[in-house]
């Protein structure tokens, strides 16, 4: 896949400046019964995680029970057009990431316009991914990796959570930079690609920091960059990619969204609730936008 560096920056500059749309209705006493969330990807990957915390912070806060739904299939769009189809009553919202902004060029026909179509409610976090290897490829930092894939090419695997994602998103502008071809896997989450990475069915990947770290950490993977231009606080001493790519740089962003028109006062209340949890205080602007609150 070939995808400008410009046109992949617009993009993802473009998701997280979602205009807010006027919407009418009002809140009552919101919530009344169980809100259903729904994610994208399978249990367990990065998705999944950011929407189970804030799921239980909302249930707290709230006192009403946020439902996490998985709905995995086409890089997230398929929980995305259910999202577009709900009742905009404010129980039926989306957790939202990099794939909202990829998805618009990785896929022709879409049944929906995301910006268009979508509310933004509030931004959760934003996170860096982390170029990891199996036990099996000799590489021990990014230059290594260069080298031993073009002296193999075609032979490298590079495990992604579908694509549109940000696990194929950063592995292709990889490609493209360092020019060598991972090929990418498609799993049906991060989860299942970090599994199929553990089981060498692949040898790279570019997975979210939560989703690695523990696998990291108990040294069955091996870290060789973050993705971000400055280093992770978790992992200070693993470098950034842009240090052997300059100019490279990917991060993921998470945020909640509601279908168009749900009532400005149910945004503006869950978007209270959720930026009253950040220790970040530039994200809480009082008004529903994607401002992504900084995090590790």
């Known amino acids: 896949m070939k995808l400008p560096r410009r046109t ?30 729904l994610v994208g990807f399978a249990p367990a990957g990065a998705t999944d995680i950011c929407a189970r915390l804030i799921g239980q912070w909302l249930s ?4 009403e029970q946020f439902v996490i739904e998985n709905r995995p299939g086409a890089g997230s769009n398929v929980a995305t057009e259910a999202a577009v189809r709900a009742s905009a009553d404010g129980y039926t919202l989306l957790l939202t990431g990099p794939p909202a902004a990829f998805n618009a060029t990785l896929y022709d026909n879409l049944n929906f316009n995301f910006l268009r179509d979508m ?25 290594e990796l260069i080298a031993y894939a073009k ?51 692949v040898q790279v990947e570019f997975a979210p920091v939560s989703e690695a770290i523990g696998y990291i950490r108990a040294g069955k993977v091996r870290a060789l960059a973050v993705t971000t231009a400055t280093r992770s606080p978790v992992l200070p001493d693993v470098p950034t990619v842009g240090d052997f790519l300059p100019g490279y740089e990917g991060s993921g962003f998470f945020g909640v969204s509601a279908p168009r028109n749900t009532s400005g006062e149910i945004i503006n209340m869950l978007n209270r609730e959720i930026t009253s949890g950040s220790p970040n205080p530039r994200s809480r602007s009082g008004s529903p936008t994607w401002v992504a609150i900084q995090c590790p």
């Open 8 to 37: 992949f920056l617009h993009l993802a500059a473009g998701a997280a400046a979602l205009p807010v749309l006027p919407r009418v209705g009002s809140a009552l006493d919101y919530p009344k019964r169980p809100v259903h969330l």
């Open 60 to 63: 707290e806060r709230l006192g």
């Open 119 to 143: 509310a933004p409610v509030g931004g959760i976090m934003r996170a860096p991914n982390v170029l990891v290897v199996n036990s099996g490829v000799p590489a021990k930092n990014v230059s």
């Open 151 to 201: 002296a193999n090419p075609g032979k490298i695997s590079m495990a992604t959570g579908g694509n549109g994602t940000s696990q194929h998103i950063f592995g292709e502008l990889f490609n493209q930079m360092a020019g060598v071809k991972l090929i990418p896997v498609a799993y049906r989450g991060g989860a299942p690609a970090l599994l199929g990475l553990l089981a060498g069915e």
